[in-house]
């Protein structure tokens, strides 16, 4: 009868552990001052009830007093502050060494591409053990990236990167929710998180059609696109010299702009150069990119960034 019925969300993620245990002191914190000010409140009554041979005497205010109600509720907000904003800091840090999966959010679906390439929709299988980071965007409207059993929650936005990240700790299958009012079919737009031992994750890859690599399809579109007639990508100087900068080795280093200005070149940049090229141009070129705002889906762009990441020059420059 049960079964279907629990308080609690499995608990599947490294994370799941930290954030109940801030969310159970919290829930405690706030069952014992329940308690204690409705049990003082009731004592009062009873204690300090009319009486017709007592006369009420005035109380002028107690320095100490007032110093103790106000000293342990700050420091017990401050002791909540410090614990959650460490754990929030946590989960907004994705790892550096990490499998990279691009998710993109449309109506009503879930698209995932695995770092290898392959595809699925409304699903997400993942090895177990493995750090794992998403970099999402929407081509619509906000969506919002929900799995409760990793205690992992992050809006999905259009023009705009989101990233989220987690470890699984347990083989299994979870729900996975659009957790943002998204239109007429947002309740449908959910999913499932497929955690497989690292073995059967490989064998789910291998049973999946081959599909092109994200670098090779960036690189293959780095070249359709002619990016490669004004920057670098390691092979040479493009014709006519560099008319703009080269783009080995830049990934996750901090770039100079021509207002004097730096930017962390990173996957927001990357995104707003190839669609408004002259918004944050970098120092040295003149603003001759055109804009390639409608020439490429938001998959494309995810796969130019895996290929600019992987231009990594010799002396390991531009790593993260
Ligand atoms: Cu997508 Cu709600």
Same mark, same amino acid.
Do not use: H, I, M, W
């Given at each position: 009868m049960f079964e279907n019925f629990s308080l609690w969300p499995e608990s599947a993620s490294t994370f799941a552990g930290p954030i109940d245990a801030i969310y159970l002191f919290l829930l405690g914190l706030s069952a014992s001052f329940v308690v204690f000010i409705l049990s003082t409140l009731a004592l009062f009554c009873f204690r300090y009830r009319r009486r017709p041979d007592r006369q009420p005497v005035p109380i002028e205010g107690s320095l100490p007093l007032e110093l103790v109600w106000s000293g342990i509720p700050l420091a017990l907000v401050f002791f909540v502050f410090g614990w959650g904003t460490r754990v929030f800091v946590r989960v907004l840090t994705p790892p550096a060494e990490a499998m990279s999966f691009h998710v993109t959010g449309k109506q009503w679906m879930w698209k995932v591409q695995h770092p290898t390439g392959q595809s699925e929709i409304n699903s997400l299988h993942v090895p177990l053990g493995e750090e794992i980071v998403l970099t999402m965007i929407s081509e619509d409207v906000i969506h919002s990236f929900f799995v409760p059993a990793f205690r992992v929650k992050s809006d999905v936005v259009p023009g705009l990167y989101s990233s989220l990240w987690f470890k699984p700790t347990k083989v299994g299958v979870y729900h996975l929710f659009c =957790?943002?009012?998204? @239109?007429?079919k947002h309740s449908e737009m959910v999913g499932q998180v497929v955690v497989l031992d690292p073995a059967d994750y490989q064998l789910w890859l291998d049973g999946r059609p081959a599909e092109k690599d994200p670098i090779e399809a960036g690189a293959l579109l780095f070249q359709n696109l002619r990016c490669d007639t004004c920057h670098t =990508? @390691?092979?040479? $100087?493009?014709p006519g010299g560099a008319?703009? /900068?080269?783009? $080995?080795? !830049? %990934?996750g280093t901090s770039a100079p702009l021509s207002d004097g200005q730096t930017v962390r070149f990173d996957e927001r940049y990357v995104r707003e150069s190839l669609?408004? /090229?002259?918004? !944050?141009l970098s120092a040295g %070129?003149? /603003?001759l990119m055109p804009s390639y705002q409608g020439q490429v889906r938001e998959d494309e762009i995810l796969s130019l960034i895996a290929y600019l990441k992987s231009l990594q020059s010799a002396d390991g420059s531009g790593e993260r």
């Open positions: =957790a943002e009012y998204c @239109g007429t =990508a @390691g092979s040479g $100087v493009p008319r703009g /900068p080269d783009l $080995v080795g !830049r %990934f669609l408004e /090229p002259n918004k !944050r %070129f003149q /603003p």
